[in-house]
């Protein structure tokens, strides 16, 4: 592993990086990154539907066990998240690498090409194929996104700080990690906790909330309702919780 200080300078750097690919391997690399958050969503639902009520809490575990390996391919095989890219790029920007308006430029365009992602998964594996669109996948489905529309918006957005302030330590982790199996083991277990606790994704939910809208479960309201103070509280957790924390811990001034 590198040390803390080391892990800071590069991710940093690592959202320089990010900033400077241009449009079309931005748009493709987020559209993987959104489609590969989708489709872990889609095996943590398929576990959790087909779990016995007497085993909830091990279906739940298992089910967050599986749903880090879509961070894992998008941080070691390529994709653009924009929930990671909430760390890494403005720690790019704090540490005055680069102006707000890359910050804000770059996140705009990954979150679209996430929300792209996630839209192809809903409707051609999840509605399409059936791997959501029916029986007890359907049921859990629409118990999912009825509980993120549930919540208030000042739940939303403290649930999106929790969550992201474990996504942006995988992430953290995986910039620390110096071979494949330290990186894996990085990101594995802080995106399993988020998952477990119930925190959310605005990327995630971008699936579930347009996967329900497919199925005729919800409306377009709803999801601006859950998606917006998500999306906010992903910002709060990834910038202020992480790469504003350990820039104060082991960059400014050290």
Request: charged share 10%.
């Given at each position: 592993?590198?040390?803390?200080?080391?892990?800071?300078?590069?991710?940093?750097?690592?959202?320089?990086?990010?900033?400077?690919k241009?449009?079309?391997?931005?748009?493709?690399?987020?559209?993987?990154g959104?489609?590969?958050?989708?489709?872990?969503?889609?095996?943590?639902?398929?576990?959790?539907?087909q779990?016995?009520?007497?085993?909830?809490?091990?279906?739940?575990?298992?089910?967050?066990s599986?749903?880090?390996?879509?961070?894992?391919?998008?941080?070691?095989?390529?994709?653009?998240?924009?929930?990671?890219?909430?760390?890494?790029?403005?720690?790019?920007?704090?540490?005055?690498?680069?102006?707000?308006?890359?910050?804000?430029?770059?996140?705009?365009?990954?979150?679209?090409?996430?929300?792209?992602?996630?839209?192809?998964?809903?409707?051609?594996?999840?509605?399409?194929?059936?791997?959501?669109?029916?029986?007890?996948?359907?049921?859990?489905?629409?118990?999912?996104?009825?509980?993120k529309?549930?919540?208030?918006?000042?739940?939303?957005?403290?649930?999106?700080?929790?969550?992201?302030?474990?996504?942006?330590?995988?992430?953290?982790?995986?910039?620390?990690?110096?071979?494949?199996?330290?990186?894996?083991?990085?990101?594995?277990?802080?995106i399993?906790?988020?998952?477990?606790?119930?925190?959310?994704?605005?990327?995630?939910?971008?699936?579930?909330?347009?996967n329900?809208i497919?199925?005729?479960?919800?409306?377009?309201?709803?999801?601006?309702?859950?998606?917006?103070?998500v999306?906010?509280?992903?910002?709060?957790?990834?910038?202020?919780?992480?790469?504003?924390?350990?820039?104060?811990?082991?960059?400014?001034?050290?």
């Amino acid at each position: 592993m590198y040390s803390p200080q080391e892990t800071a300078d590069i991710c940093a750097t690592k959202g320089l990086e990010k900033t400077q690919k241009n449009l079309l391997a931005k748009i493709i690399l987020g559209f993987i990154g959104g489609a590969m958050i989708s489709l872990s969503y889609v095996a943590y639902m398929k576990i959790v539907a087909q779990t016995p009520e007497t085993l909830v809490f091990l279906g739940n575990l298992l089910g967050a066990s599986v749903f880090p390996i879509g961070l894992i391919v998008i941080l070691l095989a390529g994709g653009e998240l924009v929930t990671g890219n909430m760390v890494a790029v403005s720690s790019a920007w704090i540490n005055k690498k680069i102006k707000a308006v890359d910050v804000l430029n770059n996140w705009a365009i990954i979150t679209f090409a996430n929300f792209l992602g996630a839209i192809f998964v809903a409707y051609f594996f999840g509605h399409i194929v059936g791997l959501t669109s029916s029986g007890d996948f359907l049921h859990e489905l629409t118990s999912v996104a009825d509980a993120k529309v549930a919540a208030t918006p000042l739940q939303a957005f403290i649930s999106g700080i929790g969550c992201n302030w474990f996504v942006g330590l995988g992430v953290w982790l995986s910039y620390a990690g110096k071979d494949g199996t330290s990186k894996i083991l990085g990101i594995w277990f802080p995106i399993m906790i988020f998952v477990l606790l119930g925190f959310q994704h605005s990327v995630a939910n971008m699936f579930v909330l347009s996967n329900a809208i497919i199925e005729g479960h919800i409306g377009i309201g709803a999801f601006f309702y859950n998606i917006i103070p998500v999306y906010l509280g992903n910002v709060v957790g990834g910038v202020c919780f992480v790469s504003l924390a350990y820039y104060l811990s082991y960059q400014k001034g050290h």
